[in-house]
Protein backbone atom coordinates (compact mmCIF):
# COMPACT_ATOMS: atom_id res chain seq x y z
CA UNK A 1 0.00 0.00 0.00
CA UNK A 2 1.64 3.17 -1.07
CA UNK A 3 2.35 5.27 1.88
CA UNK A 4 0.40 8.79 1.83
CA UNK A 5 1.67 12.17 3.12
CA UNK A 6 0.60 13.95 6.57
CA UNK A 7 -0.98 16.71 4.48
CA UNK A 8 -2.61 14.18 2.01
CA UNK A 9 -3.96 12.28 5.11
CA UNK A 10 -5.07 15.46 7.04
CA UNK A 11 -6.88 16.43 3.39
CA UNK A 12 -8.60 13.37 3.33
CA UNK A 13 -9.75 13.32 6.76
CA UNK A 14 -11.19 16.78 6.94
CA UNK A 15 -13.13 15.92 3.45
CA UNK A 16 -14.80 13.10 5.29
CA UNK A 17 -15.54 14.99 8.29
CA UNK A 18 -16.94 17.99 6.09
CA UNK A 19 -19.15 14.98 4.12
CA UNK A 20 -20.46 13.63 7.34
CA UNK A 21 -21.63 16.83 8.88
CA UNK A 22 -23.56 17.43 5.92
CA UNK A 23 -25.20 14.03 5.40
CA UNK A 24 -25.80 13.99 8.83
CA UNK A 25 -27.57 17.29 8.52
CA UNK A 26 -29.45 16.58 5.67
CA UNK A 27 -30.83 12.88 6.68
CA UNK A 28 -30.42 12.47 10.16
CA UNK A 29 -27.71 10.44 12.30
CA UNK A 30 -30.04 6.84 11.39
CA UNK A 31 -30.49 7.16 7.65
CA UNK A 32 -26.81 8.55 7.11
CA UNK A 33 -24.86 6.00 5.74
CA UNK A 34 -20.99 5.64 5.19
CA UNK A 35 -21.77 5.01 1.37
CA UNK A 36 -23.70 8.59 1.14
CA UNK A 37 -20.47 9.73 3.33
CA UNK A 38 -17.47 8.28 1.15
CA UNK A 39 -19.28 9.36 -2.16
CA UNK A 40 -19.35 12.71 -0.92
CA UNK A 41 -16.14 12.96 0.12
CA UNK A 42 -14.69 11.25 -2.56
CA UNK A 43 -12.78 8.45 -0.95
CA UNK A 44 -13.74 4.93 -0.52
CA UNK A 45 -15.97 3.64 1.98
CA UNK A 46 -13.50 1.47 3.32
CA UNK A 47 -10.89 4.61 3.73
CA UNK A 48 -13.25 6.20 6.05
CA UNK A 49 -12.60 3.23 8.53
CA UNK A 50 -9.28 3.50 8.17
CA UNK A 51 -9.70 7.39 9.96
CA UNK A 52 -12.88 6.38 11.95
CA UNK A 53 -13.56 3.70 13.94
CA UNK A 54 -17.61 3.70 12.98
CA UNK A 55 -20.39 6.22 12.40
CA UNK A 56 -20.64 6.86 15.75
CA UNK A 57 -16.83 7.99 16.31
CA UNK A 58 -17.35 9.93 13.16
CA UNK A 59 -20.93 11.54 14.47
CA UNK A 60 -18.76 12.39 17.95
CA UNK A 61 -15.74 14.22 15.56
CA UNK A 62 -18.08 16.48 13.94
CA UNK A 63 -20.04 17.12 17.49
CA UNK A 64 -16.76 18.06 19.16
CA UNK A 65 -15.54 20.14 16.33
CA UNK A 66 -18.58 21.93 16.27
CA UNK A 67 -19.07 22.69 19.65
CA UNK A 68 -15.41 23.55 19.95
CA UNK A 69 -16.03 26.37 17.45
CA UNK A 70 -19.24 27.75 19.59
CA UNK A 71 -17.96 27.53 22.79
CA UNK A 72 -14.81 29.50 21.84
CA UNK A 73 -17.32 32.40 20.35
CA UNK A 74 -18.99 32.20 23.54
CA UNK A 75 -16.28 32.29 25.64
CA UNK A 76 -14.68 35.66 24.10
CA UNK A 77 -17.93 37.14 24.71
CA UNK A 78 -17.82 36.82 28.24
CA UNK A 79 -14.24 37.45 28.60
CA UNK A 80 -14.53 41.04 28.15
CA UNK A 81 -14.55 43.63 30.79
CA UNK A 82 -18.09 44.98 30.32
CA UNK A 83 -20.31 45.80 33.05
CA UNK A 84 -22.97 42.55 33.83
CA UNK A 85 -25.68 43.96 32.25
CA UNK A 86 -23.77 44.37 29.07
CA UNK A 87 -22.08 40.54 29.26
CA UNK A 88 -25.02 38.90 29.43
CA UNK A 89 -26.49 40.97 26.47
CA UNK A 90 -23.31 39.64 24.72
CA UNK A 91 -23.74 36.18 24.96
CA UNK A 92 -27.05 36.34 24.34
CA UNK A 93 -26.67 38.03 21.11
CA UNK A 94 -23.64 35.73 20.53
CA UNK A 95 -25.50 32.33 20.98
CA UNK A 96 -28.75 33.79 18.64
CA UNK A 97 -26.16 34.12 16.19
CA UNK A 98 -24.89 31.12 16.68
CA UNK A 99 -27.82 29.54 16.45
CA UNK A 100 -29.14 31.11 13.28
CA UNK A 101 -25.97 30.70 12.04
CA UNK A 102 -26.25 27.35 12.12
CA UNK A 103 -29.54 26.80 12.02
CA UNK A 104 -29.79 23.48 10.05
CA UNK A 105 -27.30 21.68 12.58
CA UNK A 106 -28.79 22.96 15.37
CA UNK A 107 -32.30 21.43 14.34
CA UNK A 108 -29.61 17.75 13.74
CA UNK A 109 -28.39 18.28 17.20
CA UNK A 110 -31.77 19.06 19.16
CA UNK A 111 -33.95 17.00 16.88
CA UNK A 112 -31.60 13.56 16.89
CA UNK A 113 -28.86 14.28 19.27
CA UNK A 114 -30.33 15.25 22.28
CA UNK A 115 -33.36 13.78 22.16
CA UNK A 116 -31.70 10.15 21.69
CA UNK A 117 -31.52 7.54 24.00
CA UNK A 118 -28.09 7.82 25.63
CA UNK A 119 -27.68 11.32 25.48
CA UNK A 120 -27.82 11.59 29.31
CA UNK A 121 -24.88 11.34 30.53
CA UNK A 122 -22.52 11.22 27.33
CA UNK A 123 -20.06 12.91 26.05
CA UNK A 124 -22.08 14.86 23.76
CA UNK A 125 -23.95 16.16 26.88
CA UNK A 126 -20.29 17.05 28.95
CA UNK A 127 -19.54 19.13 25.64
CA UNK A 128 -22.93 20.84 25.61
CA UNK A 129 -22.50 21.34 28.98
CA UNK A 130 -19.53 23.01 28.66
CA UNK A 131 -21.22 25.56 26.72
CA UNK A 132 -23.96 26.48 28.69
CA UNK A 133 -21.74 26.25 31.92
CA UNK A 134 -20.20 29.50 30.37
CA UNK A 135 -24.21 31.59 30.99
CA UNK A 136 -24.64 30.46 34.15
CA UNK A 137 -20.53 31.27 35.31
CA UNK A 138 -21.26 35.12 34.36
CA UNK A 139 -25.23 34.34 35.78
CA UNK A 140 -23.01 33.40 39.20
CA UNK A 141 -20.46 36.30 39.06
CA UNK A 142 -23.45 38.64 38.80
CA UNK A 143 -24.76 36.69 42.07
CA UNK A 144 -21.60 37.29 43.57
CA UNK A 145 -21.21 41.21 43.11
CA UNK A 146 -24.16 41.52 43.65
CA UNK A 147 -25.59 42.68 40.72
CA UNK A 148 -28.46 39.29 40.48
CA UNK A 149 -30.82 38.11 43.10
CA UNK A 150 -29.00 35.33 45.04
CA UNK A 151 -32.25 33.02 45.57
CA UNK A 152 -32.76 32.85 41.68
CA UNK A 153 -30.90 29.71 40.06
CA UNK A 154 -28.52 30.83 37.50
CA UNK A 155 -29.65 27.23 35.55
CA UNK A 156 -33.02 27.98 35.73
CA UNK A 157 -32.14 31.58 33.90
CA UNK A 158 -29.94 29.82 31.49
CA UNK A 159 -32.76 27.47 30.60
CA UNK A 160 -35.23 30.34 29.81
CA UNK A 161 -32.96 32.34 27.44
CA UNK A 162 -31.63 29.26 25.58
CA UNK A 163 -35.81 28.26 25.29
CA UNK A 164 -36.49 31.57 23.96
CA UNK A 165 -33.13 31.62 21.77
CA UNK A 166 -34.64 28.43 20.05
CA UNK A 167 -38.16 29.06 20.09
CA UNK A 168 -37.00 32.69 17.73
CA UNK A 169 -35.16 30.26 15.77
CA UNK A 170 -37.31 27.90 15.27
CA UNK A 171 -39.93 30.88 14.50
CA UNK A 172 -37.04 32.13 11.98
CA UNK A 173 -37.31 28.69 10.26
CA UNK A 174 -40.75 27.74 9.95
CA UNK A 175 -41.53 31.73 8.77
CA UNK A 176 -38.41 32.27 6.34
CA UNK A 177 -38.56 35.94 7.56
CA UNK A 178 -35.36 37.43 8.41
CA UNK A 179 -34.34 38.13 12.64
CA UNK A 180 -33.01 41.52 13.63
CA UNK A 181 -30.44 39.69 16.07
CA UNK A 182 -29.35 42.71 18.00
CA UNK A 183 -32.57 44.09 18.26
CA UNK A 184 -33.84 40.36 19.56
CA UNK A 185 -30.82 40.17 22.22
CA UNK A 186 -31.69 43.72 23.55
CA UNK A 187 -35.15 42.37 23.99
CA UNK A 188 -34.11 39.11 25.65
CA UNK A 189 -31.49 40.88 27.75
CA UNK A 190 -33.95 43.46 29.06
CA UNK A 191 -36.74 40.74 29.93
CA UNK A 192 -33.72 38.49 31.58
CA UNK A 193 -32.26 41.47 33.57
CA UNK A 194 -35.67 42.59 34.90
CA UNK A 195 -36.29 39.75 36.29
CA UNK A 196 -32.89 38.89 37.95
CA UNK A 197 -31.35 42.56 38.55
CA UNK A 198 -31.71 43.99 42.30
CA UNK A 199 -33.61 46.87 43.00
CA UNK A 200 -36.58 48.61 41.27
CA UNK A 201 -34.64 50.54 38.81
CA UNK A 202 -34.17 48.65 35.15
CA UNK A 203 -30.49 48.11 34.76
CA UNK A 204 -29.11 49.79 31.29
CA UNK A 205 -26.63 48.17 28.98
CA UNK A 206 -24.59 50.11 26.22
CA UNK A 207 -25.97 47.94 23.01
Not at 38 to 66: H, M, N, P, Q, T
Not at 121 to 147: C, D, M
Request: charged fraction near 25%; hydrophobic fraction near 45%.
Amino acid sequence: MPVISAARANSRRRAIIDAAAKVFVQKGYALASVSEIASIAGVSDGLIYRYFDDKRALLDVVLSEYFQKIVAKLENAARSDASFPDKVHNLISQHLRSFLEDLDFCRFFVSDVRSANGYRGSPVQKLNRSYTRIFIKVLEEGVAAGKMKADLDPRLVRDVVFGAVEHVAWRQALRGKAIDIDDVARQLTEVTLNGVALGTKRPAFSK
